[in-house]
């Protein structure tokens, strides 16, 4: 599953099928054809793990993103295939300078509250979000400077520096009605945006919504009566997988999603599928002075130093799919069809000869020691993931044949931002950055370090990355931003900063229902079946 990086909605400028961007699937066909479709009804789903805060200027997990996703709206949407169209915005126009960005805005939107949308609100939006002052996911997303300022249905949003991707980057936020954005404790239990599905009431593990009536702006003209909508919205926390399995086969949940074991059981009955890619094989490492991953030898000899092929086939459940690119999710800004960089190969007699450059000299007990202190590596990983656990054992096994000493720590939700941003008590693990854009990833690679309240928790200071992004920052359109992204996403990989060994498709399994995944399940996009 998609864990241990969880990258606000916002951020992810913040699902692939087999193509770039959503996947669907079917072994045998539960779904319906297009326009045997049911008005009404109630569409449930199960999300896990449990969820803590819905505040959408401040939840960070993606099952608490999911739920926001029901009842707050973008300016600009992007669908499956990455393609953006006009949502809460009819059209957009990036300014000469790329300093600046001007939406012409929809008439008639309002909020869950019966407030109207205007581009004041939209800006007052974005100017919460640039205000230091106040609690937000965005803080180090939006660029320097970010002014915005509305009159009538014009929003006007400059920055300081020039930045190609600025409108993608402002049309992915999530709009809150005014009294949300003066009182963001009112929407834990209650939502006022402009969506589809107003939140009505909140329950300890059930979140439920109602279909408005007068809802007539969503993308590719959907409306409060557009046909297959459901009526209402039942979003369940369910952590077990074989409980929403079965909740599925019995046909009281439309959705959920499944990995493991458990997905034998729902193909062999024949159910559609929407997916995103999970990076779920991808390593990171803790390269602070204090850390024997802080020196590059010895990241290239843990990368060289396992079998990288049975791990790909254990780490995916036997589903490994090919990661060409260290983007995953909408809107695929700067995404590759084909690999920029060289992925090593497994070779253990040259990772034997870096620890040995290295200074980790194999002793006569066969355990490979520097100064006095043996070489054990802290690898981390999800807890709830089987195959987490199984392909971690897998590499302590063949680490163990060159000298290294792993020890295996499961972690849970907490413990995950604990080790990463607060103890950095950990050498590399199972730990993946899933995002839509080289933007986002800059600010674990180049960003401040969470000591200084950034997300490079990893530690990364590249000179070499750090040279491409700045020119990429400065260059005067897209294409060229992305060329230089695509030498900063090189240098990370073959710097050994991260190994992109396999992603998985990451399934939302299909019953009573249609839909259509992004970064997340689309509310505009179901349609319930007969």
Request: charged residues 20%; proline residues 5%.
């Amino acid at each position: 599953m998609k864990r241990s990086i969880a990258v606000p909605v916002g951020a992810g400028l913040v699902v692939l099928a087999m193509t770039l961007a959503s996947c669907s699937g079917s072994a045998g066909g539960q779904g319906s054809p297009e326009g045997d479709y049911v008005s009404g009804g109630t569409f449930t789903q199960a999300i896990f793990p449990e969820v803590g805060s819905i505040i959408p200027m401040t939840a960070t997990q993606p099952q608490e993103i999911q739920i926001n996703t029901y009842a707050y709206e973008t300016l600009i949407y992007t669908d499956a295939e990455g393609e953006q169209s006009p949502w809460l915005a009819d059209s957009w126009e990036l300014g000469d300078d790329g300093k600046s960005v001007t939406f012409e805005l929809k008439d008639g939107v309002t909020f869950h509250d019966g407030s109207e949308f205007t581009a004041e609100v939209a800006a007052a939006n974005l100017n919460y979000h640039a205000d230091p002052a106040n609690a937000t996911v965005l803080a180090d997303v939006l660029p320097a400077g970010l002014k915005a300022t509305g009159s009538g249905s014009t929003l006007e949003v400059t920055a300081d520096a020039s930045d190609p991707f600025l409108a993608s980057i402002v049309g992915s936020i999530m709009m809150v009605g005014e009294a949300g954005l003066e009182n963001p404790s009112s929407l834990e239990e209650a939502s006022n945006g402009t969506g589809l599905y107003e939140l009505t009431d909140v329950k300890a593990d059930r979140y439920l919504f109602e279909a408005r009536d007068d809802y007539t702006w969503g993308p590719n003209d959907v409306t409060s009566d557009t046909v297959g909508l459901p009526g209402s919205l039942e979003i369940s926390v369910v952590t077990d997988t074989s409980t929403r399995t079965n909740l599925l086969l019995s046909g009281e949940l439309n959705a959920a999603a499944v990995e493991g074991p458990d997905q034998d059981r729902i193909e062999a009955a024949g159910y559609e599928f929407a997916g995103i890619i999970n990076p779920i094989g991808q390593m990171l490492f803790n390269e602070r002075a204090d850390r024997p991953t802080h020196d590059p030898l010895v990241r290239e000899a843990l990368i060289l130093g396992f079998n990288h092929e049975d791990t790909a086939e254990v780490v995916s459940g036997g589903r490994p799919v090919e990661l060409t690119s260290w983007i995953t999710d909408a809107p695929f800004t700067c995404f590759s069809e084909e690999p920029v960089w060289d992925r090593p190969d497994s070779d253990t007699e040259r990772a034997a000869e870096l620890l040995d450059e290295a200074g980790w000299v194999e002793g006569a007990d066969g355990q490979r020691s520097k100064d006095g202190e043996p070489l054990t590596i802290n690898f981390i990983y999800d807890a709830t993931s089987t195959a987490h656990a199984s392909a971690a054992e897998l590499v302590a096994e063949d680490w163990d044949e060159l000298g290294i000493t792993t020890e295996l720590i499961a972690m849970d939700g907490a413990s995950w931002s604990e080790y990463l941003y607060e103890t950095f008590d950990y050498d590399t693990g199972w730990i993946q950055i899933g995002v839509g854009s080289p933007v986002t990833q800059d600010l674990f690679y180049g960003g401040a370090f969470p000591e200084e309240g950034g997300l490079n928790f990893m530690g990364v200071d590249d000179e070499e990355y750090n040279a491409f992004a700045d020119q990429a920052r400065a260059a005067a359109d897209a294409d060229e931003a992305c060329g230089y992204w695509q030498q900063a996403e090189k240098t990370v990989v073959e710097n050994f900063h991260t190994l992109l060994l396999t992603g998985t498709i990451r399934p939302t399994y299909m019953s009573g229902a249609t839909f259509e995944i992004t970064d997340y399940l689309q509310p505009v996009t179901i349609r319930m079946t007969e």
